[in-house]
């Protein structure tokens, strides 16, 4: 039995992807007095001399520069408040569906969805202004002691794990009770992956960019433009000229107007019109005439 395939998923990467800063480096370093040069300098030699996971080494680090602040998710997440974002990306979360829809989709009950898919914190995620416009929001957790203090890594989301967060969206299984390995034919995915549409920056979403190419989805590499380096812009070059992994860049400046909004607008009309088509032709399809005189 098939099922309604009317969402339209905008899903983002969050550091270097929505916000120019890593989240740690925006509200949780500052509060607690962290060095950001040491702390990394000691989360690569675990990486580098000790062959730890990455994400891992990450939230060990976390826990033994916490630790004596008894820090609990709570704190992460009012800390969450404080995170700061490119220009219009709170716009976007707000306008776009307005923007892009037209009566005839609302009335097929086309809509637009937002997700965030992160190897940063949950915690901070989930405090900050744009939890509440978005579906879902999946990244690194801390478990808690019995006085609610982080102990220990929960779970981790590493830039290869991402891709299981595609599909669970595609699968609308967003509770991690659900088995994603579960066997759905196409036409019962809530979300098929034509419909979606996937933002990052940069080698850590090459998987997620990988799939989305694969199964038919769309993909835009942002790139800070205020980054005189240029390492910025060079990691979306690559992925668009050399490695083909996606078919547009665009400086992360979400405001109306720009070039990045100008393409995630024309993205959701297209499959917007596309679905409606469809929704047309099986209607068609259904129909017998009626005998003639």
Same mark, same amino acid.
């Given at each position: 039995?098939?099922?309604? =395939? *009317?969402?339209?998923?905008?899903? @983002?990467?969050?550091? #270097? ?6 989240? #740690? ?6 509060? @607690? ?10 989360? *690569? ?27 609990? *998710? ?29 009566? !005839?989709?609302?009335? $097929? ?5 937002? @997700? ?21 929001? &999946?990244?690194?957790? &801390?478990?808690?002691? !019995? ?16 891709? =299981?967060?595609? &599909? ?25 992956? =034509? *419909? ?15 799939? %989305? ?7 835009? $590499? ?5 980054? =005189? ?8 070059? #690559?992925?668009?000229?050399?490695? !083909? ?6 400086? $992360? ?13 024309? %993205? ?8 409606? #088509? ?16």
């Amino acid at each position: 039995m098939s099922v309604p =395939q *009317n969402i339209i998923a905008l899903v @983002y990467d969050y550091d #270097q992807t929505l916000s120019p800063a890593y989240m #740690q480096d925006d509200v949780l370093f500052p509060k @607690y007095g962290i060095d950001p040069e040491q702390f990394w300098r000691k989360c *690569n030699l675990l990486v580098k001399e000790r062959d730890w996971d990455g994400e891992l080494a990450y939230m060990k680090c976390l826990l033994d520069y916490l630790g004596m602040d008894h820090v609990t *998710n709570h704190d992460l997440t009012e800390l969450g408040q404080g995170l700061s974002y490119y220009p219009g990306v709170e716009d976007l979360f707000d306008e776009i569906e307005v923007q892009c829809l037209k009566p !005839e989709h609302d009335a $097929a009950g086309i809509k637009v969805e937002h @997700y965030i898919v992160s190897s940063g914190l949950q915690a901070l995620l989930k405090g900050s202004s744009l939890s509440g416009r978005v579906r879902a929001i &999946f990244g690194c957790e &801390f478990g808690e002691d !019995e006085n609610g203090r982080i102990n220990f890594p929960k779970r981790t989301v590493s830039h290869t794990t991402k891709t =299981q967060y595609l &599909f669970r969206i595609n699968k609308g299984m967003l509770d991690h009770h659900d088995d994603v390995n579960d066997h759905m034919p196409p036409e019962t995915r809530p979300i098929p992956f =034509q *419909n979606m549409i996937y933002v990052g920056d940069g080698p850590t979403d090459v998987p997620c960019f990988t799939v %989305m190419k694969k199964n038919g989805g769309h993909a835009i $590499a942002v790139y800070n433009p205020t980054d =005189q380096t240029g390492k910025s812009f060079r990691k979306c070059y #690559q992925l668009i000229t050399h490695a !083909e992994r996606v078919k547009h860049i665009a400086p $992360a400046d979400y405001r109306k107007g720009s070039h990045l909004r100008l393409v995630l607008e024309e %993205m959701v009309k297209e499959v917007a019109d596309r679905i409606l #088509q469809e929704h047309v032709d099986d209607g068609q399809q259904g129909r017998v005439a009626a005998p003639g005189f």
